[in-house]
């Protein structure tokens, strides 16, 4: 053999040694066939004829001659009767504690005017227990009757002696009545934070009860804490709500937003209540203290490695070996808002036309000083700590793309993947640098079923046709994601993202940006394997593939196989996690 050139038997004899596979002698604990199976590997639709479980890993997938040497007599045969299975969906970027929350709170999507929302809260005043606030979500000011979000003296109506907080389907507004600001020190007096305000009077001081961005989140705070048996059915109810939408990976992006949040993620660790892999993004304000709980539960596991009553509890055994995870969660990254929703997307050029109550030429506002984002990013872009970034406007990623310049001028480029949050308005030259510095934008496609065509209106055609610029991103080779952003989104839907990435159609029949659509079976990677590498668990979850977990998704139809307006119909019948039933479609 000649010095620099290699045999082409020993590449494959070496690929072959390389491969993770199975032993023959293995027996599967389960085998699935009789229906397509998507591999999900690669830029092309893969098919197998068999899939094999054992250990809550895949122990094989091919042929059905070929997986059915993994059989026993114990090997169970699960006959998918024509239905599809695919890797189980991974959650990008949603809020699962939050959402959780909102489980017990009133519901006020789809109010049609502020009395309806008044009758709710009111209706739902009645669960709230002693010491409880009366909390609302999920309305939107642009669509109810009155196309404003309620005054402070309207939720007076609801009650003067408890505090009432409304929070709109963004998540970054909402109202409060008098008691509310009362109790969190909140008065004429109180200064707006940075990147927030509260509504006032003519007079400059009288709080009108309307509330945006940082504002909201410093009264949200406040809250009184969700514990014991409320904090487990708030967590255990929204897990449960993301495996019926065949979620094998949840987020919570943004742990932080109430003052309990890490108690309730630290109750499900201790307690081992997770059917659902757990990924969590720190709010930046809380990062130190989530690290400092996520220290304290590593250090008591291990002090205890190998056995013991604390290591029994914490340390789940996981097929994967990834030690990141303990009893299914995994603090992986930090989450900074940069701007805010649809109508607070801070732009560099004006809006074409502004939402209601702004006037000159109105690009909205930055969140956070430069500094603080520099600052992180010199802390944690050497590590594997992601920064996740929520940007809506151009302004915004200019911002994000400033930080990253300067921490790779200092110390050099690293795999730290960064996550663009929505990144819904991106010129051309800021994808180019996207590309360059690895980082992953993550579309909140389904945000086209109630705001695209407002999108239209305020940002204008131009940038509304570039928003969510998939297509590009699929041309120039960037891995991209879908997320539902749930609750802000109503229910955390993927095939929802599925549908509305590859249509891009709003409810008036409107196509925004045609030349941005993508075709579904790259619309179903960013749900999975790019969604598994948007998180670095890309050797472990996102495609079926023999080592990988065997977390699944058993769909009704195929989603390549039906027409595209139909994908988001498509009935999940099954979710399965490490080898095991999680959800099924009529027994919940």
Request: glycine content about 10%; aromatic content about 6%; charged content about 25%.
């Amino acid at each position: 053999m000649r010095c620099g050139l290699v045999s082409p038997f020993l590449v494959l004899f070496l690929s072959l040694l390389a491969a993770p596979r199975a032993a023959r002698s293995e027996s599967a604990e389960a085998i699935y066939s009789g229906g397509p199976i998507l591999t999900m590997r690669g830029t092309s639709p893969e098919y197998a004829e068999a899939l094999a479980v054992k250990d809550g890993r895949i122990l094989a997938v091919g042929r059905n001659a070929d997986v059915a040497r993994h059989a026993d007599a114990t090997t169970r045969r699960i006959d998918l009767a024509g239905h599809c299975l695919l890797p189980g969906f991974i959650d990008t970027h949603g809020h699962m504690v939050y959402f959780g929350k909102n489980l017990v709170d009133a519901d006020l999507f789809g109010s049609k005017d502020i009395p309806e929302v008044v009758a709710r809260m009111t209706a739902h005043a009645e669960n709230v227990p002693a010491g409880g606030w009366i909390v609302g979500f999920g309305y939107q000011a642009k669509l109810m009757t009155e196309k404003r979000t309620p005054s402070r003296e309207e939720l007076d109506q609801i009650s003067t002696d408890i505090p009432v907080m409304i929070v709109d389907s963004s998540g970054h507004a909402g109202a409060g009545n008098s008691k509310l600001f009362e109790v969190t020190g909140i008065d004429g007096e109180s200064p707006d934070p940075a990147g927030g305000l509260f509504a006032r009077g003519p007079d400059g001081k009288t709080l009108l009860g309307p509330m945006e961005e940082t504002a909201l989140n410093a009264v949200r705070s406040k809250r009184p804490p969700f514990t014991g048996s409320l904090a487990a059915a708030a967590i255990t109810g929204a897990a449960k709500r993301w495996a019926s939408y065949g979620q094998t990976t949840a987020m919570e992006a943004g742990l932080g937003l109430g003052s309990d949040d890490i108690g309730i993620v630290l109750q499900a660790i201790e307690e081992n209540t997770l059917p659902i892999d757990l990924y969590v993004a720190a709010k930046d304000s809380t990062v130190d203290d989530a690290l400092a709980a996520a220290y304290r539960v590593g250090e008591a596991v291990k002090a205890t490695d190998g056995g013991g009553d604390v290591a029994t509890r914490l340390l789940a055994a996981r097929p994967d070996l990834d030690r990141r995870y303990v009893n299914r969660v995994r603090l992986g990254g930090v989450k900074f808002w940069l701007d805010g929703s649809l109508d607070t997307a801070w732009m560099n050029e004006p809006y074409t036309i502004n939402p209601p109550g702004k006037s000159g030429e109105y690009r909205a506002y930055r969140q956070i000083p430069d500094e603080v984002l520099e600052a992180a990013f010199d802390r944690f872009w050497p590590t594997d700590f992601q920064i996740h970034m929520h940007m809506n406007g151009d302004a915004a990623a200019d911002q994000a793309l400033k930080a990253i310049e300067k921490a790779v001028a200092k110390h050099g480029m690293h795999d730290h993947r960064p996550v663009f949050v929505h990144a819904s308005y991106l010129r051309d030259d800021q994808i180019a640098k996207l590309k360059k510095y690895g980082a992953v934008p993550s579309f909140l496609t389904s945000g086209l079923l109630p705001g695209g065509d407002a999108v239209v209106r305020m940002w204008g055609e131009d940038r509304a046709a570039q928003s969510m610029a998939t297509r590009t991103m699929l041309e120039d080779g960037i891995p991209f994601t879908f997320s539902h952003d749930a609750p802000v989104s109503p229910e955390p839907w993927i095939l929802t993202l599925v549908s509305c990435g590859v249509n891009r159609k709003t409810p008036s029949g409107r196509v925004i940006g045609p030349d941005q659509r993508i075709p579904p079976y790259a619309a179903l990677r960013a749900v999975t394997a790019m969604a598994a590498y948007e998180i670095k668990e890309e050797k472990t979850k996102g495609t079926l593939e023999p080592g990988k977990l065997a977390d699944l998704v058993i769909l009704e139809n195929n989603p390549l196989a039906v027409p595209s307006e139909t994908i988001g119909d498509i009935a999940v019948l099954e979710t399965i996690k490490e080898g095991k039933t999680i959800w099924r479609r009529g027994e919940d």
